[in-house]
């Protein structure tokens, strides 16, 4: 399987932004769809962003549209969540996937692959 590991969370206040990095352990990471999801405490995960393997189409959940860009570079197998804007309701712990094998039609996916998470808190 392919590791994991985000980076880049931390404490900011509303408005400010934070850069996420999901770093992969093996080149076969930059052939895969990848995404973003989070989880706040209490809540269900949810889908927050995705990316296809060329980095040419990007998707992205309503709640985050217009202040939350993904990005891939398969040159150093990562994927990035750039967040501006940062609101209170973003505080979560924010984690990347990436999906193997045979997939269709557009993202999210039931993705194999998972980070440990990193954690984001906004303040007000």
């Known amino acids: 399987q392919v590791q994991l590991v985000e980076s880049g969370g931390g404490l900011v206040q509303a408005g400010g932004s934070l850069r996420l990095s999901c770093a992969a352990s093996?080149?076969?990471?930059?052939?895969?769809?990848a995404a973003w999801f989070r989880q706040a405490p209490g809540k269900e995960r949810e889908f927050v962003a995705a990316i296809t393997w060329s980095g040419g189409s990007t998707y992205y959940a309503d709640s985050v549209k217009g202040r939350f860009t993904i990005s891939r570079d398969n040159a150093k197998n990562t994927v990035d969540l750039q967040m501006n804007s940062l609101k209170p309701e973003d505080t979560a712990v924010y984690y990347c996937a990436a999906k193997s094998g045979i997939y269709t039609g557009p993202p999210p996916y039931n993705y194999e692959h998972w980070g440990q998470g990193t954690q984001v808190t906004v303040s007000s």
């Open positions: 093996r080149r076969t990471f930059s052939t895969y769809p």
